[in-house]
């Protein structure tokens, strides 16, 4: 009798352990064959941290690390983060990876000194390569000149890329990836919380609209996130105030340093129209989606390379205001269909598409929203970065 191959283990360089990832990563190991190691550089979000952005101090309240083998390795930078270069500088990464001898190496982007570092252990050493990223060029067109070379010899080192959507697909297509070495492995969050079956997140959401003294038949936004001006929220609501529609209300989830202006700016509105909660953790998250009827997530800003908030409130069957500069709209957001799409730029157009969202007949929408989403969740996830793996131990990069 042949005894069964062992199991092909995948090495995971990710920066830091994140409410998004971390789920996956658990799902995989148990439902697939791979042996997973991950490899933290930085342990900000199972600590307590002060988020600069947020500007709050907080960790996640949720499990982000059992169920799969992980490691953490020493970080020596001086002001460790993800917002520079050098900020995840960890020098004993090669010889972890090395000691643990994976099959391949599956890296989680390549703008710092460690995934440098690791990409090169791994080309040298004869280890296949995985990419998983989510950068697009909406709304500023491929580089050209060096800038194109440079990312056209870096994605050149990898023997597999997935990629989480569309607008991701044709960033990765424009820089030379041929089509053979891409694999569909979508952005998923964990659908178990993010379930619009659970009393529990149905009496919260009521208990919320009551504390705000928000009537039944109000129609409610909801803004979640970091109050950044790249997320737009002032113009969020600014188009609001505009739109001066009577039963509507739109809440602020988050802080962050538009807050002062947002505070001051909403005096305008009539008693009532206008509320701010605090930062809320990620199990208080489900309650905040399902107080409202809309979510939106205005931002401009190109760093806006996914949204993930935008797949939470999807599972929760409510409908998503985005603007076309966000990278998950091409995927999951219809306009009329799944929700409403503005042109980022263009304050008339937000204040229209958000007219229709606060007075259109939403009836339909959650069906039409369950099945755009059933197609983004771990299983897809996962059956992408298998192929993937496939074709990196079938393939040499040269």
């Excluded at 067109?141 to 607008?167: D, E, H, K, S």
């Excluded at 209300?249 to 009539?270: H, M, N, Q, S, T």
């Excluded at 996914?306 to 306009?335: I, K, T, Y």
């Amino acid at each position: 009798m042949t005894a069964a191959p062992p199991p092909r283990r995948l090495a995971v360089v990710l920066s830091h352990p994140t409410q998004y990832y971390g789920p996956w990563l658990r799902w995989i190991q148990a439902h697939s064959a791979l042996q997973l190691r991950v490899f933290y550089l930085w342990d900000f979000g199972v600590t307590s941290q002060r988020d600069p952005s947020f500007q709050t101090t907080f960790q996640w309240d949720v499990d982000l690390l059992s169920g799969y083998e992980h490691e953490f390795v020493p970080n020596v930078a001086r002001h460790p983060g993800t917002e520079h270069f050098w900020g995840l500088r960890n020098p004993a990464l090669t010889a972890r990876l090395a000691a643990w001898r994976p099959d391949a190496v599956l890296i989680f982007g390549y703008a710092y000194a460690s995934h440098l570092r690791a990409i090169a252990w791994a080309r040298w050493h004869r280890v296949p390569l995985i990419f998983r990223g989510d950068s697009h060029f909406i709304g500023r067109g491929a580089p050209r000149g060096w800038r194109a070379a440079v990312l056209r010899g870096i994605y050149r080192q990898f023997a597999a890329v997935t990629y989480v959507g569309r607008a991701n697909r044709e960033y990765f297509a424009s820089l030379g990836v041929p089509a053979g070495r891409l694999f569909f492995a979508p952005h998923a969050v964990n659908h178990a919380l993010f379930n619009p079956a659970t009393d529990a997140t149905r009496a919260a959401a009521a208990a919320l609209r009551l504390q705000l003294g928000i009537t039944p038949d109000t129609r409610v936004v909801v803004f979640a996130g970091k109050y950044v001006p790249a997320k737009q929220p002032r113009e969020l609501l600014a188009a609001f105030l505009a739109l001066g529609l009577p039963r509507t209300a739109l809440v602020f989830v988050g802080d962050g340093p538009e807050a002062p202006a947002l505070r001051e700016a909403a005096r305008a509105a009539p008693p009532g129209r206008v509320h701010f909660l605090p930062f809320a953790n990620q199990t208080e998250m489900p309650a905040r989606y399902r107080l409202g009827d809309v979510f939106a997530l205005p931002s401009r800003g190109l760093y806006e390379t996914w949204g993930l908030a935008v797949n939470e409130a999807m599972h929760l069957g409510v409908p998503c205001l985005v603007s076309d500069r966000v990278g998950c709209q091409q995927d999951l957001v219809e306009d009329g269909v799944t929700g409403w799409v503005f042109r980022a730029d263009d304050a008339a157009d937000l204040r229209g598409k958000l007219s229709a969202a606060l007075t259109g007949d939403l009836a339909d929408f959650p069906g039409r929203i369950a099945a755009r989403i059933a197609g983004y969740g771990y299983a897809q996830a996962t059956a992408g970065l298998l192929a993937a793996v496939d074709q990196a131990l079938g393939t040499a990069v040269r």
